[in-house]
């Protein structure tokens, strides 16, 4: 079993927390999206996500909303 790094921890929980809250159908559906490509490509939602955050064509709306929704949450901490 491979241990997670706290980088790696924040993040999960970062990505999970802004899936629990988004309310815009829009992102839900591209979340939902993401799920479903990373379970046919046999890798992780989270894995998914990195490389999504990397390369953001066609992922522009997810990212920026995701960047903001980081932005704010470590401007509370």
Do not use: A
Request: glycine letters at 2%.
């Amino acid at each position: 079993m491979v241990e997670m790094s706290q980088w790696d921890d924040e993040f999960v929980r970062m990505v999970d927390n802004f899936v629990v809250e988004t309310k815009d159908p829009r992102i839900l559906q591209e979340i939902s999206d993401l799920d479903r490509e990373s379970r046919l490509l046999g890798i992780s939602f989270y894995d998914m996500y990195c490389v999504v955050l990397q390369d953001v064509k066609g992922h522009q709306v997810l990212v920026s909303e995701f960047k903001t929704y980081m932005s704010i949450k470590k401007s509370r901490i």
